[in-house]
């Protein structure tokens, strides 16, 4: 007895949109399985795959004579090919299937290249040469014979188009060596150069629906070794296994982690793991925020106050500031490493050392005590290390107080060995033992912090569910409307009846991630969305279901109302996974798309605070990447009436720290600081202060601060941080104030409030309150927790398009310049 299955097959990871509907038999007792293409969508789309892909999908199923109700299974391509597609392509699909709450299945992208060739009666060696950009490809061989295509790796890779070449003119074979791909249209002459002039129809260098589907079938009859069809986590993933069908799990195929993280981890000296191997960003390099990076002159104090804390009681003498600021100065006869840990902020460890001859001298190593045990100080020593390797150095030598016992089984467990005493090293009766190892040091991943992966197993489809009447009843009514939040490094859900009450607010972020980079990394953005966003919506479907009180399982995507996601303004490749998503989320449910302004988000997320906020109002919006001053005429109606120059005011807390050595992100750490400074203590400039000029300009102030800096510590003096970090706030803030306060005045408006990221900061909150109160000016503070990015903002601004019918069409892209 066999079964039919509907398929919908999708690939966009190259100019190629392919698409086709089958119907896919598995007989019964032999595991064969056939496939019935009954309509296909091919065709070339560059840079529209996200604007046609669902409705390709949507013509094709009516070619085929079915619907979107009577679709079985879902089939995408995972790459490798660009990047952007490949995001489309899988966020898409996705959505699509969590929508309709069916199972995903992912194929490799070369493997259908070569499919497609093999339908066309290709046989023999063929190479398939697929464009990487950058001059690189991702190089693949198979061997095409009356029984399919098979693999000649085991992974996809991605090369230099040089290294590709050789390496296929140097094969036994490469005289019958036929190329295919879309890497040929860039570099075909590279290859024609060695030699390699074979080709195989043009038409055929691109993937189809159909190749994909064959691909995906060989995968599941176990013809093709290597990885490939289905996403999984850990080193499964990498020889083909067959897991779960969630879409959760599936993922693109990566060659190689993003530029920052692969040269973090050049650094470092770490081999990259299996998971990042899956999910394309490196786990093992995020830390709860902790933050590695080199001393500078402005931990001196904070260092010499760690020391003092850690070596209490011990014969050791902690340093002084003076001394390490003379272990940075630029006087130093033998070269140094010193870096340090903190956490928001805080430093909470530091080692340093100097360079003799071929040896390292390790001069210091502390780690506060509450954060031991969770491998700072391994950390750290990895950084000296491998800048004393970089220097010439073969050995690492140290002293370490006899009794030490932690510090000593650290040392021992990095490689250290004891080869000398030095009787009374630390005072009267406390000697310190010599340890030296060779270099590099044993830096294995800690335990304390194991790679998370990216989803929990389940079983899949979910269980279908069984509502009562009233259930049913009550969610009609509560017209529920799930929006999606993508913008930037937070992937966010929320769910939102028709009264306005939030029934799920779920947050992703992905600070770990950025934090040692000192600002957002797209890339990893973007791959981060694409990795969790089903795991987000799961969660906020599970919270709305508990606050509505629902026995009969977890809320369902058709039983939504409408599906809102953030259209723009924001990093593109982020936008793109949270639209691309949402398109296919409501298609296969069954429900409106609507598309929300980021940046009407945030003013919208006062409403979630005074409901009763009405237009006209003065709205000033204070972010990582946006500066506006607004005149709300009424909701919808909206006159920007200045905006910045050059860096918003988030984007300048942030480059204000990264200056002083302090983290990312900048806000929160120098609101903190400015806690106990004094706001008058330095001058700085306030730019564009005049009456009637609405505009901003932060980079001046922000040269201002740097050149402050260079000049205390040129002078050798120590920087008081809380004082710099009030007057650099007093100085933004100041601004905010006047200019705020004029457009109130000369809009006769008597309502003012604010949003954005840096609207959680209490002291600009405590000021507008006061200073606008005393005006008799009502001034409106979103909730802290919404002033980040938040998808409850954006659900709010869904609610209100739903009860105006403003639905959007499935033809929509992301839009990363979006204005208000």
Partial sequence: MSSERLVVAIDTSTDMLAC???????????????????????????????????????????????????????????????????????????????GANAPLYGASTLDACAWTAWRAGVRGLLGVAADAMRGEVYPALYQLDEAGAHRMFDRERVVKVAVAVEEWAAHPDAASLQLTGDGLKRYGSRFNEAGLINRIDESLWHPTGEGLLLAWRAVEMGAVAGAGAVAATGPAALHGARTSCDPALVLPIYTRLSDAEENERKRLGLVQSAQSEVTGVADELAGRHLQFRPMGAADAEAASALEASCFAGAAHTPWTPTQFLSELGEGATVPRSWWVAHDNGELVGLAGGMVIEHDVQILDVAVAPERRRAGIARKLLAHVSYDAQMLG?????????????????????????????????????????????????????DAASPEPT???????????????????????????????????????????DAEGSMLANQVSTQIDFHARFGGVVPEIASRKHVEVIVGVVDAALEEASQALGLTGGTLEPKELAAVGVTQGPGLVGALVVGVAFAKGFAYSAGVPLIAVNHLEGHLFANLLAQPDLKPPFIFTLVSGGHTMLVHVRDWGDYRVLGETLDDAVGEAFDKVAKALGLGYPGGPIISRLAETGDPKAIDFPRALNRKGDYRFSLSGLKTAVV????????????????????????????????????????????EYCIGGGVAANPHLRQMMVKKLGRQGVRVTLPPRDACTDNAAMIAEVARRKFERGEFSGFDIDADPNMTL
């Fill in 707 to 750: 050149n402050y800096i260079e000049q205390e510590t040129t002078a050798g003096r120590t920087i008081h941080l809380p004082d710099l970090a009030a007057s650099f706030e007093a100085a933004v803030f100041d601004v905010q104030y006047k200019k705020a306060w004029n457009a109130l005045r000369e809009t006769g408006a008597r």
């Fill in 454 to 496: 990216s989803a929990v197993m389940r079983a899949w489809p979910l269980a279908p569910v069984d509502r009562t009447e009233d259930e049913r009843t009550e969610i009609e009514r509560r017209k529920l409307v799930l929006a999606i939040e993508s913008s930037c490094d937070e992937t966010a859900v929320a769910i939102i």
């Fill in 20 to 98: 086709a509907v089958a119907r896919v038999t598995d007989a019964a007792g032999d595991e064969r399985m056939t496939i019935d293409v009954l309509a296909t969508g091919d065709h070339m789309c560059r840079r529209r795959a996200n604007v046609e892909l669902v409705n390709t999908i949507d013509d094709a199923l009516a070619d085929a004579g079915r619907s979107r109700d009577e679709v079985d299974a879902y089939l995408v391509g995972r790459g490798p090919g660009s990047f952007t597609g490949v995001r489309i392509g899988i966020s898409t699909a996705k959505g699509l299937a969590r």
């Fill in 393 to 445: 150095c073969t050995t690492a030598s140290l002293e370490v107080e006899d009794g030490n016992a932690p510090a000593m089984a650290l040392y021992e467990h990095l490689g250290f060995k004891q080869i000398g005493r030095r009787r009374n090293y630390y005072g009267q009766g406390a000697d310190a033992l010599v340890m030296q190892a060779e270099l590099p040091l044993a830096l294995p991943v």
